[in-house]
């Protein structure tokens, strides 16, 4: 029903930014970002509501901004003041339908930082 198309990882300095993006593809509703670093469980990054409303971890607030064109069903990740421990593969996530609701998945995107 909905596919996730993810972009804009790669490779930045410490201290630098990038910008993600997904592309959802199908009707959706709550959208957001994860990140799972080698060894580690899959932690929310921060999601946006189809009506505006963020939460985002601790540890990125004040650095990290999301943010959604619902004419282009896309959601955006801006990402600043990277550090080395923000290293991780990225994935999009979206929630579409009620009863049930269904969880959807990009299938990542890399993002290393560097000392």
């Given at each position: 029903?909905?596919?996730?198309?993810?972009?804009?990882?790669?490779?930045v300095q410490a201290g630098g930014s990038l910008r993600l993006s997904c592309a959802a593809f199908g009707s959706i509703n709550t959208m957001g970002w994860y990140r799972q670093a080698p060894g580690k469980q899959r932690d929310l990054v921060a999601t946006i509501t189809s009506g505006g409303s963020t939460d985002y971890a601790d540890s990125v607030k004040g650095r990290f901004t999301i943010s959604r064109d619902?004419?282009?069903?896309?959601?955006?990740?801006q990402m600043n003041s990277l550090?080395?421990?923000?290293?991780?593969?990225y994935y999009c996530y979206a929630k579409a339908?009620?009863?049930?609701?269904?969880?959807?998945?990009?299938?990542?995107?890399?993002?290393t930082v560097s000392s």
């Open positions: 029903q909905v596919q996730l198309v993810e972009s804009g990882g790669g490779l619902n004419a282009k069903n896309t959601v955006y990740l550090k080395p421990e923000d290293t991780a593969v339908g009620l009863r049930p609701a269904i969880n959807y998945w990009g299938k990542g995107t890399l993002v």
